[in-house]
């Protein structure tokens, strides 16, 4: 299941205090097994880089709005919450990441409340996600009751719990989205992955059923996708590592068949690997209705004899999906 944390947190909301010169914050962060020598800190229109020290700690003062941001060590980030005059002592453990964060200092209440809430929305997801539809439905209501209730009897500042309300209210509807999008995927998984045969950017047309005793990793994109486009240097990657191995890696785009021109010159100039296949009808094509799939990139993987392992698979960039098929491959 893919992470889900405090959803509608990231929310670059300055509350319209500006920074004034002599409000400085103080930071400083001391991450074990951290993922890069910068921990990079991100508001609306604020951005902060910290390089890490001879003595291996991030220190930086700098003056920066009263609000929400985020903080980056590498691809792992957490929300946080700024406050002039604040001096801020952060540490954690990044192979744990979210369940050690720990603020300490000056102006650290909220900060702590949204590393505390992340935990809480974590462990919620992963017991709630196992029970049958009525009773997620009343667990997640009652959470959304119990969290509201929660910092409205709170000490922290009125727009502190505006914001966070909001928060909470967008953390209920992602978070049954996605229980939707499990169940869904638990219906499938296991079941005969739906077809395909489909024009080949090589010349003929390719069937799912041509792969057979193969695992064979789908990716549904489109030209005109950006956040398809981010994944394909990644996807590359994946290619080259297991080139040789019992995989196949397929690309189904939904380009309408009017642009099959732009779809053959984008394969050409970006050299795309794996098997380049045309969907029939975009986003009406069988497969794509069949997995009723209505927005990309998305990934798909079936094991080799033709039934869906995973109905929503990780996207290449994901680490995860690494680890999942060296599990399977070696």
Known sequence: MKKLFVAGLVIFNALNIAAQSG?????????????SDTLVIKGRDFEKVIPID?????????????GFYVFYDGKESSNLYLKPNSEINLTLNAQEFYKTIVYKGKGVEESNFLAQQAIRNENFTKDAFTKEPNEFTALLDDKLKSDTEKIEKSDFSA?????????FESYHELVARQ???VSKANKFTGKVSPGFD???????????????GK?????????WCAP?????????KLEEKYHGKNIEFVSISIDKLKDSDKWRKFIADKSLGGTQLLADKDWESEFIVNYNITGVPRFILVDPSGNILKY????????????QLTALLN
């Open 312 to 323: 929503d698979a990780e996207r290449p960039s994901d680490p995860e999906l690494d680890k």
């Open 198 to 212: 489909y024009e080949n950017y090589k010349g003929g047309k390719t069937k799912l059923s041509d792969f057979k």
């Open 23 to 35: 409000n400085s914050i103080k930071f400083t962060a001391k991450i074990d097994n951290r993922n």
């Open 228 to 236: 398809c486009r981010a994944e394909i240097p990644y996807l590359k």
């Open 215 to 223: 695992y064979v990793f789908i990716d549904v994109w489109a030209v």
């Open 159 to 167: 727009d502190f719990k505006t914001t966070l309300k909001r928060s």
């Open 54 to 66: 001879k003595k291996g700690v991030f220190v930086s003062s700098f003056d920066a709005p009263q």
């Open 179 to 181: 229980y939707e999008r």
